[in-house]
């Protein structure tokens, strides 16, 4: 006998935990070029 | 301006109405006016957001000081990427779940209706002032450089914004937004191209940012701990933080944006989206004002950028003066000319090398001077005038575009000028009318009228304060000046509004006497500050932050010698919303 497909589970939001990282380190990667940009050039 | 340009203005001008007009969706309902139906995809409203916070003076203006002092500016955004972080985790999915239309109507939920009108009329006053300026820097320039009659600059700013904000409401924003944005970054594109390649074919640009690099130009981060000093690495991180804090999370003029997103994933995203790309688009806008710097090192221009003072000087009982130091600077101009070839045709040599620091001591010398013969032209004006913080620097990329830019590109970029000035007013008067309606028309005059009433009446909100927006550009564009003493204004209140909305989200203890009291207390602290002689050079990125400590802490002390919060935290209305 076929089974009834399962309820659709309730929407789950997206984990953003990773993003946030990689906005931190872009954000460090920013400053760090930004300062050898004075540095290199200065 | 030649015909062609005229056309691009023109055709632009038309453009925008028109897509403004017909990208609106479902405006007779107050959901579809005010938010959107909560419909728009994630990558619209980030560039929205985007747009609300660009505006035509950070296009001049921002290119204007990289020219006339380098990239410090660029600390100022130091503490948005980390801001957006916060909000994405606590104020985005509590305005969105919590279904208002403004920010202030938490603040009643969690507080009291004085609290709310309190917050609403000091985001109406400040707003509706600010719309103002940032119709008038724009029109102010863009007359002067061009010959253009003050008034119809303005009007020509103003009245397309009021119409398609008035009939399209936040969808006719939003989308108009995303256009602009696009017009702007590619007349940026277009102006760095033209800089690179207005270059002498000896000097290239590696060459050319060694040069400017040695003037100071591209040193962007200071990491000295000084309070009085406006941009460090510090102001930008911790005064920065608590203003993107506050401007992005308390303000309806950006708090509406990310309520029109699909879910609270997008509105998210939306914020994001700024937290990767701010301080890189700021950092690319500043870099071409350092490439115009290096591009008038080669290419003669005024000794002065304001071709209207400079005609009131020589039009004075000083013009002999003027006239003499036009002679000097013609001279210094061609030994600086002469020094900053020497200097990037040295950088094939050791940097250590005595030839190449002979080279660079004679550039830095000949730019000293031609700082100096310039200063003493500002102070020529500055006497005639009478008018003690006269500054040119605003003048500096419109000169280059009129002067250097190639015919279409001209009006391309006055076209990416108005468009900056029109995306950054029409989401304030979207904010401003949205806030005039729930905040009180609603909430005080008629709270339970239908849909129609409050969107006929957020209508002639809109044009209200419209037209109050372009009757203060008038006025500002009298007193000159004045634009950086209401740009101040503006920024005295950032930090006592995030503090209220800390005690309302993320204490349990506050109630509305304490928050009402913390939001005065706050307020008066920092104009203290800004105007008290012991206290006024403190840097006004500090400001964000004392405004913010203050309102807490007065607003907890008063809370608790009034009783606390009587509803006991329990209350869904007063609590992050878990994710």
Redesign the interface.
């Known amino acids: 006998m076929p089974q009834a497909p399962a309820p659709p589970a309730p929407a789950q ?2 984990d ?1 935990t990773r ?2 990282v990689l ?2 380190v ?2 460090a990667i ?2 760090a070029g ?2 050898w ?2 540095r ?3 | 301006m030649r015909w062609l340009d005229w056309a691009v203005v023109v055709v632009y001008l038309t453009w925008i109405v028109w897509s403004g007009l017909r990208s609106s969706r479902r405006t007779n309902e107050m959901d579809g006016y005010f938010r959107a139906n909560r419909s728009l995809p994630w990558w619209a409203v980030g560039l929205s957001v985007m747009a609300t916070q660009l505006s035509a003076i950070t296009l001049v203006g921002t290119t204007g000081q990289a020219y006339a002092n380098g990239m410090r500016f660029v600390q100022f955004y130091f503490g948005l990427p980390l801001a957006m972080i916060i909000l994405s985790l606590t104020v985005v999915p509590f305005f969105y779940r919590s279904g208002v239309y403004t920010a202030y109507e938490y603040l009643e939920r969690r507080f009291d209706v004085k609290t709310r009108s309190l917050a609403a009329v000091i985001f109406l006053a400040q707003r509706g002032l600010s719309c103002g300026v940032i119709i008038a820097a724009p029109a102010i320039i863009l007359s002067i450089v061009l010959g253009w009659n003050i008034v119809l600059t303005i009007l020509a700013i103003g009245v397309p914004t009021i119409a398609y904000t008035m009939v399209g409401g936040v969808q006719a924003v939003t989308w108009t937004d995303v256009k602009q944005m696009a017009v702007v970054l590619f007349a940026m594109s277009a102006a760095i191209a033209v800089l690179i390649f207005g270059l002498p074919h000896d000097v290239s640009v590696g060459s050319a940012l060694h040069v400017a690099g040695a003037v100071g130009r591209l040193t962007a981060i200071d990491t000295s701990f000084n309070l009085k000093t406006n941009y460090t690495i510090w102001s930008g991180l911790i005064g920065g933080l608590f203003l993107s804090l506050s401007y992005f999370g308390c303000d309806q003029s950006q708090v509406q944006r990310y309520l029109t997103a699909k879910s609270v994933g997008s509105a998210r995203h939306s914020l994001l989206m700024s937290a990767f790309v701010k301080i890189p688009l700021q950092a690319g806008i500043l870099i071409a004002g350092v490439l115009t710097f290096a591009f008038f090192l080669f290419n003669k221009n005024p000794m002065l950028f304001n071709p209207v003072h400079e005609r009131t000087v020589l039009a004075s009982a000083r013009a002999a003066d003027y006239r003499a130091l036009e002679a000097q600077y013609d001279q210094k101009f061609t030994a600086r000319e002469a020094a900053a070839r020497a200097l990037a045709n040295a950088q094939g040599l050791d940097h250590a090398s005595p030839e190449y620091g002979q080279a660079r001591d004679g550039f830095v010398k000949a730019q000293a001077d031609v700082s100096a013969v310039r200063a003493a032209a500002v102070g020529i004006v500055k006497d005639v005038t009478h008018d003690s913080t006269y500054t040119d620097v605003n003048y500096v990329f419109p000169t280059f575009i009129l002067s250097y830019m190639p015919i279409g590109l001209v009006g391309l970029m006055i076209a990416a000028i108005i468009s900056a000035a029109m995306s950054a007013s029409s989401g304030e008067l979207n904010a401003l009318a949205t806030a005039t309606v729930m905040d009180f028309y609603r909430r005080h005059i008629n709270p339970k009228g239908p849909d129609s009433a409050y969107l006929r009446f957020s209508k002639f909100a809109t044009a209200g304060w419209g037209i109050f927006a372009c009757c203060v550009a008038f006025y500002a564009a009298n007193l000159g000046s004045l634009i950086e003493v209401v740009n101040k204004f503006g920024s005295l209140f950032y930090g006592s509004m995030l503090g209220v909305f800390i005690l309302a989200i993320g204490t349990k203890s506050a109630n509305g006497h304490g928050a009402f009291a913390g939001l005065l207390v706050g307020l008066a602290t920092v104009f203290a500050f800004t105007f008290l002689p012991a206290t006024q050079d403190v840097g006004y990125l500090w400001h964000n932050l004392i405004g913010a400590v203050v309102c807490v802490v007065v607003g907890l002390i008063v809370s608790a010698l009034t009783g606390g919060n009587p509803s006991n935290q329990s209350s869904e209305t007063h609590r992050f919303t878990r994710t």
């Open positions: 939001e997206q953003l993003t946030y906005v931190v872009v954000e920013v400053l930004l300062y940009l004075g290199y050039f200065g």
